[in-house]
């Protein structure tokens, strides 16, 4: 079992930044990539990006030049650094731990979530 614990949500004004930082703790062995998705009001969670345990990157194109997520292994820990933020970026966001291979993510674990809201 892994448990992810995020932080670092929060309110912010459109153009603002903000990072959200995941720790991940227990069987962390199973996984080899981390993530993160969202969820605005009324629509379906959406992959913003994953890193893979070598530092392979994927983002969604709504946030490409945008966003930047990073991690360290040594902590068990994967960053999401969002800039230039707006108003459609308000969603909760979660983080999420599993194994990538072939190109195809399979997602075994998910964080509690964390709101981020961009006022214009």
């Known amino acids: 079992q892994v448990h992810l614990v995020e932080s670092g949500g929060g309110l912010v004004q459109a153009g603002g930044s903000l990072r959200l930082s995941c720790a991940a703790s227990g069987s962390t062995f199973s996984i080899n990539a981390m993530g993160w998705s969202r969820q605005a009001p009324g629509k379906e969670r959406q992959l913003v990006a994953r890193i893979t345990s070598g530092h392979s990157t994927n983002y969604a194109d709504s946030v490409k030049g945008r966003f930047t997520i990073s991690r360290d292994n040594a902590k068990n820990t994967v960053y999401l650094q969002m800039n230039s933020l707006k108003p459609e970026d308000t969603a909760v966001y979660y983080c999420?731990?599993?194994?990538?291979?072939?190109?195809?993510?399979?997602?075994?674990?998910w964080g509690q979530g964390t709101q981020v809201t961009v006022s214009s």
């Open positions: 999420h731990a599993g194994y990538y291979s072939g190109s195809y993510y399979s997602v075994a674990y």
